[in-house]
């Protein structure tokens, strides 16, 4: 579920980066608190600020997901450094799954406005279509910007109600060589659940990808 705030007059952000948000005076709250991080999930230039989330049966998101519209909530930061690389002689490689698309919709809609020359490809793995957040959007980018290009790969499909084409199975070394053979000097990102990031990035390191060259982001909470 997508939620959409007033962006407060003279706060900026970088695409890729996150926030505190805390619920004022919630009708109800658990041991977890009133204060979750998330990412932003809309571009800078966009009008409105967007965090997206996986509903699940907390007070938090009880809360957020039936307050009336217009409520106000406080937010902190901006913060965190899964911001895109300045030399774009560099390929762009980022890894999400489900939820974890929240920081590369930011970057990819930015890229997109700013005409920003980075080659990029984006990794997006979900169960099935129909659970894969900001799909459809993501995939018209690729007319919007010519170095952008989208790999969404389902696991689940005998699960689902659509017909899927695309890639199928979890994102691993062999599919990301068949679409990178060209890619310059690629600097990888990955962000989404603990389980799924650290999975990822063993990936690349047992693939020999160097260290310093791998972003990741926790959503630490799943
Ligand atoms: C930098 C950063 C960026 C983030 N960005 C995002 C984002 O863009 N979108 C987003 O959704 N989240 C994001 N998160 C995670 C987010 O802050 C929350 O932790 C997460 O959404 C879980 O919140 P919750 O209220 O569902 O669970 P909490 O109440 O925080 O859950 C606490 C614990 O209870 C367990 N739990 C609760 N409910 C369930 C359930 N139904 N099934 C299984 N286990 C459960 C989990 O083990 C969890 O660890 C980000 C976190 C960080 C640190």
New binding site residues.
């Given amino acids: 579920m997508a939620f959409r705030f007033e962006k407060p007059s003279g706060w900026t952000f970088k695409a890729g980066q ?1 926030m505190d948000m805390t619920l004022l005076e919630p009708s109800e709250t ?1 041991a ?1 608190g009133n204060t ?4 932003i ?1 809309s571009a800078p230039h966009e009008e409105s600020l967007m ?4 509903m ?3 007070a ?2 009880r809360v957020l997901g039936t307050m009336p519209l217009g409520t106000a909530v406080k937010i902190e930061g901006p913060f ?1 450094n899964l911001t895109l690389h300045n030399n774009a002689a560099r390929t762009a490689v980022f890894l999400a799954g489900g ?1 974890g698309i ?1 920081p590369f919709r930011s970057i990819v809609f930015r890229a997109a406005k700013e005409k920003l020359p980075h080659s990029m490809f984006l990794f997006f793995s979900n169960r099935r279509p129909e659970d894969a957040p900001f799909l459809e959007e993501l995939l018209t980018m690729e007319r919007e910007n010519p170095n952008y290009k989208l790999i969404a790969t389902m696991t689940e499909t005998a699960k689902s109600h659509r017909s899927w084409n695309g890639e199928t199975g979890l994102i691993n070394w062999e599919m990301l060589s068949r679409y990178l053979k060209n890619a310059a000097s690629p600097i990888y990102y990955i962000a989404g659940p603990p389980g799924l990031a650290k999975g990822l990035h063993e990936t690349l390191v047992k693939s020999s990808v160097d260290d310093d060259d791998i972003r990741t ?6």
Avoid: L, N, P, W
Wanted: charged letters at 35%; hydrophobic letters at 35%.
């Fill in positions: 996150a658990d977890e979750r991080a998330f990412t999930a965090v997206a989330t996986r699940r049966d907390t938090f998101k965190g939820i929240t982001e926790e959503f630490s909470g799943y």
